[in-house]
């Protein structure tokens, strides 16, 4: 069975807050834990990185849960991990909100893994308003795990025991977390939709993340500015992007967007340079004011037709008259299938899904899940 693999290696866990680990930073450590994933059929993993102190993020910290024992794989040593990958593939893994983590391993060395139980899609088949790892320890443990270490800088060597007691805790709970919810599914009937949520997690993760469109620039509100304000924030945006790569640390720590859109606005209300740039970036950043002045300069000389251009989406093609009901339709069969299932709307399909499906019927099984699809399939506004 998928989410419950039978006989040797199943996860034990023993609860405890302070679970003993093993740092794995030297090649003559990994035998260990080689020897754990030998003897497992599923494992629960979850990964630190340092996205908030870089300006690309790097995997620093890969955390296993193997055999009943713990293993933090420190990924900025160096360390040979080519029989690592293979071997965690071929499990069933455990995790929580795996999106990102599946991205960021799938972007370090094509890993994709075999199967997989979210605990974070699990909670929200179960309708827990609170799905985050926090709060789903505190109220089936009693485990605080404590907000200060969410930011904090896994590149930093040497990792301080702090930290890796957090660490540890984030993969210690996670099996017995999924045998209770797995519990709770199996008596809803919905573990199966589990399973379909998380093979579909797994196929998308591996596309990695999105590349660059060269739109990026255009922050939220920018439809909004003219000509000359849009041809700034196209400057300042870059400007801040090549100081955020010079200075290998993530844009908004070099200025955040509202200031950029601010200058943008400024443009277009005609005020003059000096007005727009009195600002203050701070005494870290004050020396980024004269490339600063460069770059609104730039924009403000720019001709607006030489920006980037957008491509035309088919999707932005307004619905026919008949499409928008069918719409309404399905929208109002999918909030009644939620009341009665006691699920968040968006979970069956979001307002996206219901115009694909409404431009195009015969869609709804690419588009949806299959237990999803089913669902609207089996209303009697489906088979009129």
């Known amino acids: 069975m998928l989410f419950s693999p039978p006989g040797r290696g199943k996860l034990n866990v023993l609860l405890n807050s302070k679970p003993s680990y ?3 930073n030297e090649a003559a450590q990994l035998a260990p834990l080689y020897n754990a994933l030998d003897r497992s059929d599923e494992v629960a993993i979850d990964t630190e990185a340092d996205n908030l102190y870089r300006y690309r993020t790097r995997v620093c910290l890969l955390q296993i849960y193997a055999a009943g024992e713990i293993f933090l794989v420190d990924l900025l040593s160096d360390l040979p991990l080519d029989d690592l990958w293979p071997r965690l ?13 599946l991205r960021l391993l799938h972007e370090l060395c094509d890993f994709t893994p075999h199967s997989l139980f979210d605990t974070m899609f699990a909670a929200q088949l179960l309708n827990i308003p609170k799905f985050g790892l ?3 320890l505190d109220y089936h443990f009693g485990v605080k795990l404590s907000k200060a270490f969410q930011k904090a800088n896994w590149s930093e060597r040497p990792l301080r025991t702090d930290l ?6 984030d993969v210690h709970y996670l099996p017995a977390l ?6 709770e599914l199996i008596q809803l009937g919905r573990l199966e939709w589990l399973k379909q949520k998380c093979q579909w997690q797994i196929a998308s993760a591996s596309d990695g993340f999105p590349v660059p469109d060269g739109q990026n620039w255009r922050l939220g509100g920018s439809e909004r500015l003219g000509g000359p304000g849009l041809c700034v924030l196209h400057s300042v945006w870059h400007w801040r992007e090549m100081w955020a790569e010079r200075l290998d640390t993530p844009p908004f720590k070099v200025t955040g967007n509202e200031l950029l859109m601010r200058l943008a606005r400024a443009t277009d209300d005609g005020r003059p340079l000096e007005e727009i740039l009195d600002i203050n970036l701070g005494r870290r950043h004050d020396r ?7 770059a609104v300069r730039r924009g403000m000389a720019a001709d607006p037709h030489t920006l980037p251009r957008r491509e035309r989406r088919r999707e932005h093609k307004p619905l026919a008259p008949e499409d928008v009901e069918r719409q309404d339709r399905l929208r109002a069969d999918r909030d009644r299938l939620a009341r009665q299932l006691n699920l968040e709307p968006t979970l069956i399909a979001t307002r996206s899904q219901l115009v694909q499906i409404a431009r195009d019927p015969a869609s709804i099984d690419n588009v949806l899940l299959p237990w999803q699809a089913g669902l609207f399939k089996a209303q009697p506004a489906w088979k009129s």
Do not use: C, E, W
């Not at 593939?89 to 983590?101: F, I, P, R, T």
């Not at 980024?288 to 460069?294: G, N, V």
């Open 89 to 101: 593939a071929a499990k069933h893994l455990v995790m929580h909100g795996s999106d990102y983590d």
């Open 164 to 169: 890796l007691n957090y660490a540890a805790l």
């Open 134 to 136: 926090a709060a789903l």
């Open 178 to 183: 999924r045998d209770r919810m797995r519990d």
């Open 22 to 24: 093993q740092l794995l």
């Open 288 to 294: 980024l004011i004269p490339s600063l002045t460069d």
